[in-house]
């Protein structure tokens, strides 16, 4: 059983940056897939970006891509998502997840077997 503990959510202004961070409790974290998801009061809880086991590939939201980075330190059983040029539409509740394997439903949360507990970022126009 994989434990995910997410961090570093916050109120931010409009433009302004943010870095989650998640830990696994597995020193098998190195071999899955990781992905941050969030979810807004009323909507379904959406993809946001994923990263493979090792780093080299990565996928992201189109409303994010360009704003958001995902990264890894297996070292570290981590995995950060860095937040820029946030908007008041990234309020959400964010949650890290972890899951086998690298295919195109990277993007589902059927995909995902592990779940962090979620951290709140909130935008503020």
């Known amino acids: 059983q994989v434990q995910l503990v997410e961090s570093g959510g916050g109120l931010v202004q409009a433009g302004g940056s943010l870095r989650l961070s998640c830990t696994a409790s597995e020193r098998t974290f190195s071999s899955y897939k990781m992905g941050w998801f969030r979810q807004a009061p009323g909507k379904e809880r959406e993809f946001v970006a994923a990263?493979?086991?090792?780093?080299?590939?990565?996928k992201y939201a189109d409303s994010v891509k360009g704003r958001f980075t995902i990264s890894r330190d297996n070292a570290k059983n981590t995995v950060y998502l860095q937040m820029n040029s946030l908007k008041p539409e990234d309020t959400a509740v964010y949650y890290c997840a972890a899951g086998g394997g690298w295919t195109i439903l990277v993007v589902t949360t059927a995909s995902y077997n592990y779940w962090g507990q979620g951290t709140q970022v909130t935008v503020s126009s």
């Open positions: 990263i493979n086991w090792s780093g080299g590939s990565t």
